[in-house]
């Protein structure tokens, strides 16, 4: 273990359950030697399904990490990247989003990415931040599972009809590699690959690794002044 400062991963919505599958899910990272803790927002949701729920989680988000000192960075574990930008205008500590790290990890590894959403009205806010990145080319289709974020506990009902979903972004869109578009869909990962034969990207650990990378070479969005000669 290395000493010293602590990636934290903040899930903005007050699901312990949640968390706690993204805990499992970046276990496997935890070999790098920095330590990771996920928590969990008191003040958020049970769940984070529309922009004005994710928006009233911000200033809760920043008050939190305000109160980490320890921090080495961190992750905004929802997928609509809640507070990523206003935390990151606070800090120069790597701050990571995770749709924006899944978008680009999945870039790196299929030609166009589909995204599995939770509700067909979590697909407008996808389609708003891809614009932003400039990267809606490279999108084969967003289809909503149809199931809240509490519905995803049921792990029958949610695996079999992320396959029908997964299925359809394969073989009818031409996606070549998947998102799971909900930090609570971690456990599926493996499963959904194994049963569409396609790369499948979980959000938390895409941005977890991206932030360990970016704390080990001490690098950050913010600018530095120059060094005199």
Known sequence: MIDGEILYVINPNSSQDVTNGIDDAIAPLRAFGREIRCLTLAEGPSGIESQAQADETVPHVLRLAASLPDAAGFVIACFGDPGVHALRDRTGKPVLGIQESAVATAMTLGQRFGIIAILPASIPRHLRSLGAMGVTDRLAGDRALNLGVADLQDDTTTLARMVNVGTDLR??????????GCAGMARYRVPLEQALGLPVVDPCQAAAAMALGR???????????PHAD
């Open 171 to 180: 073989d009818q869109d031409g996606a070549d590699v998947l998102i799971l």
């Open 215 to 225: 704390i080990s070479l001490n690098q950050s969005h913010k600018i530095r002044e």
